[in-house]
């Protein structure tokens, strides 16, 4: 394609214009689009709408496991085998003492993630404590929570209390969710971001590439996503962890997931578009390519698996020459003092443990809420 092609992309993205379809899909498929000026486009509109911040996010799994639904991709649905820590809802000490290690870490926004179907009415008055709480101490950072399905009732009640985001991804196209999940449909998980909508709380919602799925079924979450106006869109990687329902991730390689990151920035142009779980395994060598499309991150890695080591995350940021949106400069916590004890050799990090966890570079994720 002529240079004149990827100028036209980015112009119509700053514009607000959709791609048209065939377009869309052609970024994903066509080798007659190349990556490198696809990128420098998804650039251009990143630059125009995010600067060159990236924002980084840390997910505190609040609960472990013990979850009714079906969902193949993650590994504490009730038909996968994966052998990991399962555990009740953690104290509210616990949890507390995790929003402090993010807010320590740098983290623009604390993710808690409660696994099952959708919280019950005591337990959204006692997450809704938690935002309190956690809001008091911390004011500058974000709450994010994914608790599964919820009706307007329940996302008025988590806003009352502060709640900034919620996060229910789409996670794949409703062509594709009766393979992944039987348990809920994915008109449930719309029910739920408009529920959010209604109560006028900001949406994370994203999707997970490497489940079956076809481009164009990764073209119909980035119009839906488009669709719902959607804040903050994590696009993760599949990562299979030995024992899920869902097999080996499928189709993604290095070129094909900046691709997908590509589609996601320049047809939802003003959104923080997360290179999410999966980053350090499918984009390898490329994973800081992510950058050029994308504007954050998870540091520290996921729900049920680990990923980069913090200190190489952030140096890869500031290497490529972004800067991090924290009240701590990236300077500051590359050199923090005692970085050095806060991996132990247990594998612990900080306030959130990953000794029970499995290692990316090892093995693979799962739990994308
Ligand atoms: S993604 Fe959420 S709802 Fe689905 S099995 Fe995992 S914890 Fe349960």
Known sequence: MEQSFYNQLAGQSIAGEPLPRQ???DLLTSDQV???PLLSAAFEVRKK????EVSLHILNNAQNGHCSENCGYCAQGRTSRADIEEYPLKSDAEIFAEAKNAHEKGADCYCMV???RGPSAARVAHIARLIRQIKAKYPSLEICVSAGL????KAAALKEAGLDRLNHNLNTSQRNYPRVCTTHSYADRINTLTAARRARIRLCSGMIAGIGETPHDILEVAYALRELAVE???VNFYIP?????LGPATGLSPDYCLRVLCLFRLLNPKAEIRAAAGRELHLRSMQVMALYPADSLFLDG??????DDRRRTLQMIQDAGFTISSDHPVEGLLGKEGDAREVSPDGSVGQISMKKLPDLRLFMPSATP
């Open 114 to 116: 409660f696994s099952g």
């Open 23 to 25: 377009i869309a899909l």
């Open 49 to 52: 709408f995010r600067g060159k």
């Open 241 to 245: 962890i030995e024992g899920n329902a």
């Open 150 to 153: 919820l009706d307007d009732g």
């Open 232 to 234: 903050s869109i994590p």
């Open 34 to 36: 190349e990556l490198l």
């Open 302 to 307: 996921y729900l049920n698996t680990k990923g």
